[in-house]
């Protein structure tokens, strides 16, 4: 079956610091995948995504490759700031069917 | 922009209450979606619909329901709220191959 696995938080970074958080994913075809921000009292907010192998969806600084041969699609940003402080999950959509798999998100706490 | 909007934030009802969630969507979307959320467990997904008066059960139905009637609305329904069911839930909608919008949340307390 289809699934999404993330790396466990929290993570705590100082501002600055370079961030990665980690996504593996289970599916057969080919996936979309997301990433979603939630902000404290939010909703879930579309981040990034990417729709074939190979691809790099980018916002805000935010970047995430879909890496096929390692069924991966790990979040990276170069400097994070305080304001990135939020959960993140990854999730993944069936090629042909509309349903979604999200991770069990991972919060990030980013310090003066 | 799509707007998913969810009719309460904060929600505090008794065990036994029938209770009401709302969610309206202001972008024409075909599918709709109700999760809930828990700490380390993500987001689960608890019925979804595909056109008015459709839904398809989801991975937890147990113990809800769905009513969509206009293609812009699409209600969760809790027949008997029980402490178990004190959650975060999230209202999703979408159309074809696009992302899911998302609702700001409703946090329910069944006391």
């Known amino acids: 079956g289809n699934s999404v696995t993330q790396m466990e938080g929290p993570v705590t970074l100082s501002e600055e610091a370079f961030l990665t958080i980690n996504c593996t994913y289970t599916a057969t075809g080919y996936p979309s995948l997301f990433w979603y921000v939630q902000y404290p009292g939010e909703g879930l907010q579309l981040l990034l995504k990417?729709?074939?192998?190979?691809d790099k969806g980018s916002n805000k600084g935010f970047e995430a490759t879909y890496r096929k041969e390692t069924t991966s699609f790990h979040l990276e940003k170069g400097s994070v700031q305080v304001s990135d402080s939020a959960v993140y999950f990854c999730?993944?959509?069936?090629?042909?069917?509309?349903?979604?798999?999200f991770g069990s998100g991972t919060k990030l706490n980013v310090k003066p | 922009d799509v707007k998913v909007t969810q009719s309460s934030r904060y929600l505090v009802k008794r065990t036994g209450e029938k209770v009401f969630l709302e969610c309206v969507q202001d972008?024409?979307?075909?599918?709709m979606f109700w999760y809930r959320q828990d700490p380390g467990l993500g987001l689960r997904l608890i019925y979804f619909?595909?056109?008015?008066?459709?839904?398809e059960k989801g991975d937890i139905p147990e113990g809800y329901s769905v009513s969509r009637e206009k293609k812009e609305r699409f209600s969760l329904i809790l027949e008997s709220a029980s402490t178990n069911q004190t959650s975060m839930y999230l209202c999703a909608s979408n159309d074809g191959r696009q992302p899911q919008h998302f609702g700001d949340g409703t946090r329910l307390s069944i006391l």
């Open positions: 990417a729709t074939k192998a190979d």
């Open positions: 972008m024409d979307h075909e599918n």
């Open positions: 999730a993944l959509k069936e090629y042909n069917f509309n349903k979604f798999y």
């Open positions: 619909s595909y056109d008015v008066k459709m839904k």
